[in-house]
């Protein structure tokens, strides 16, 4: 697994041991971020819920965005994200890592907005208390121009509206999907 383009542009990152976790792959990555990057800019943070390897942050990153916050449940992830960080040298304070659910970061009110919050969690999972936690009042921090972008697998149906979110577009590769939310 590679950072695509950008200032870590070609640069491989460590990969879990186990096969528990499935990274973002390359060419989905490459998709996603031609998409957003016209809105990349120094002023944008970027919020990765269920990180794992950290790939899409760091992509984030090495794209130009200012800020980008690592978040996953699993201990392991954590301390491979921080690895990964360490071995690209990015600036700490360009970065966070959390070791929390994604659930229980944003049942709390947010101390931080975020511009762009990408959301992959395991396919299995049920994604419905996330959507629900960024599209209530506070939008799990969500800035009202801000993005939330879910990558799922393509059997799993997502509503087009979860209470003041609404997707405005569906991209399919392969199994896997994105979903791109904005507020109303």
């Known amino acids: 697994m590679r950072i695509i383009s950008g200032l870590y ?96 970061y944003l049942s709390r009110e947010p101390e931080k907005s975020w511009e762009m919050i990408f959301y992959d969690p395991p396919y299995e999972q049920d994604h419905s208390s996330v959507l629900a936690s960024i599209g209530t009042n506070f939008g799990g921090g969500l800035t009202d121009s801000g993005i939330l972008i879910v990558e799922h697998h393509s059997k799993t149906v997502l509503p087009d509206m979860v209470a003041e979110i609404r997707r405005w577009r569906l991209l399919k590769q392969g199994e896997s999907h994105l979903s791109f939310f904005e507020k109303t």
Do not use: Q, W
């Not at 016209?38 to 992509?59: K, M, Q, S, Y």
């Not at 984030?60 to 978040?71: N, P, Q």
């Open 9 to 104: 542009g070609g640069r491989v990152l460590k990969s879990p041991l186990d096969y528990k976790t499935r990274p973002t792959s390359d060419r989905l990555r490459e998709t996603l971020f031609n998409i957003l990057s016209p809105r990349i800019h120094e002023d944008i943070r970027f919020l990765d819920l269920c990180a794992g390897t950290g790939a899409v942050g760091i992509e984030a990153l090495s794209r130009g965005v200012g800020f980008s916050a690592f978040l996953d449940r699993s201990r392991k992830a954590c301390g491979l994200i921080e690895r990964n960080l360490d071995l690209l040298e990015v600036p700490m304070e360009k970065t966070e890592v959390i070791c929390d659910s994604a659930e229980k």
